[in-house]
């Protein structure tokens, strides 16, 4: 093997990664750094990467075609996983595996390697995303085959072979962040009777100490994607960034939960996502306003179905690109604003308004003062029929106990 393609991220992992890789395969090294918005310092990354033993160092800034390309594509599908998780790194998976895919032919390199371990669901994701995009390509994965047996190992190899790491105390969790949100595992998090201990939430306040004041947000969507907020803000960058830090500091996006894992087991896992829980109850809320009876209750089927093939690793699947025709086509009305609040840990809505509503207050309204356009005499004849086939049923089962009984 002559090139290898490494997903590199800086950390112990991946630093003792290129260089084991370029021992053990006596290959060169191209280290492929995406910038999905994570807060991990970028600056001095190349520099390090070439120190590690790379012969290239790439960072790529994939801000833009995350947010336009992966999370409004979640967001439309209202892609939470198992009902709650908006699926941040599973999203962030796939634009990795497309961006070393496009470096790794580019440079002609014969394979792609990357830092996951046997246990999780990147490890499927990235695989399953780099074979459909590049059937040919090899791809290796150290940490399922290396011979390190712990970080400890990890970090005695590093010493050995002059790998700049940041060794301070005993990095207690995985921690794994882009724009969508911040995932939190290993560690006092795996007994799932441990109350998150303080130090694991990176990026929310505690909302028993957040603000006493609360904090207007407003929302402006086109076609099911949030346009501008707070009537100034329409960089996509910047709206995802502000809600992060504003709504963070409110206490809002705090999940803890038991998860179901690609690879069949169940594992505890914390996350912080402010910006998506806004945005997903918000364009829900939009949602509730515009869709007719069916398509919206169709479409919370179809939006599960999403979410479960997002988590799976199915991003490039023609499944998943045949429900998202189906979910484009339910976006063309969702278009209007919501205002909410802020406030300790919870978001309420302040109003709703679409040039596509389909609310009529003269037909839901009990008030006396508005004209009534809703036809109760109708409703009568309408109950009779819809309630008729459990009448019948109810009276063919009286008439039989009867026939029995006598
Ligand atoms: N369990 C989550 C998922 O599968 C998060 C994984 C995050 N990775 C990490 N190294 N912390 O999407």
């Avoid at 894992?261 to 939009?286: D, F, M």
Wanted: aromatic residues 8%; charged residues 30%.
């Amino acid at each position: 093997m002559k090139k290898i393609v490494v997903a590199y991220s800086g950390g112990l992992d991946t630093s003792v990664m290129v260089k084991w890789l370029k021992e053990n395969y006596e290959a060169e090294i191209v280290a492929v750094t995406g910038d999905l918005g994570q807060k991990s310092e970028m600056v001095g990354l190349e520099e390090k990467a070439i120190r590690t033993g790379a012969s290239k160092a790439i960072i790529l800034d994939l801000k833009k075609e995350f947010i336009e390309q992966y999370i409004w594509k979640a967001l439309k599908a209202g892609a939470l996983y198992e009902g709650v998780y908006p699926l941040a790194t599973a999203i962030g998976r796939p634009l990795l595996a497309k961006a070393l895919v496009d470096v790794a032919l580019l440079e002609n390199a014969d394979a792609i390697a990357h830092g996951c371990t046997g246990k999780g669901n990147d490890q499927v994701r990235f695989e399953v995303g780099i074979n459909t995009l590049a059937p040919d390509m090899k791809i290796i994965a150290p940490l399922r085959d290396w011979e390190f047996k712990n970080r400890d190992e990890e970090i005695d190899y590093a010493i050995e072979q002059n790998i700049p790491i940041s060794i301070t105390k005993e990095k207690p969790y995985s921690i794994d962040e882009n724009l969508w949100g911040v995932a939190v595992e290993c560690g006092e998090l795996e007994d799932m009777n441990n109350v998150v201990p303080a130090d694991a939430y990176q990026i929310t306040v505690d909302p028993k100490i957040s603000p006493d004041q609360s904090v207007k947000i407003k929302l402006e969507f086109e076609k099911g994607i949030p346009v501008c907020l707070n009537d100034e803000i329409e960089d996509p960058v910047e709206i995802i960034e502000y809600l992060n830090r504003h709504a963070g500091l409110h206490g809002i996006g705090r999940i803890d939960m038991i998860e179901n894992r690609v690879v069949g087991i169940k594992s505890r896992e914390i996350y912080e996502a402010p910006a998506a829980t806004i945005l997903h109850q918000a364009h829900n809320e939009l949602e509730k306003l515009v869709l007719d009876k069916d398509t919206f209750r169709f479409k919370q089927d179809v939006n599960n179905k999403v979410a479960n093939l997002i988590y799976d690793g199915l991003w490039f699947s023609p499944f998943f690109n045949s429900l998202m025709s189906f979910v484009d086509a339910t976006q063309e009305k969702v278009t209007g604003e919501i205002e909410l609040e802020l406030y300790k840990g919870n978001i309420n809505i302040l109003s709703r308004k679409s040039d596509y509503s389909l609310y009529q207050k003269e037909l839901a309204t009990y008030s006396a003062e508005i004209e009534d356009f809703f036809d109760h005499k109708a409703a009568e004849g309408f109950v009779k029929l819809y309630g008729l086939p459990y009448k019948t049923i109810s009276q063919i089962h009286h008439l039989q106990k009867e026939e029995e009984a006598a």
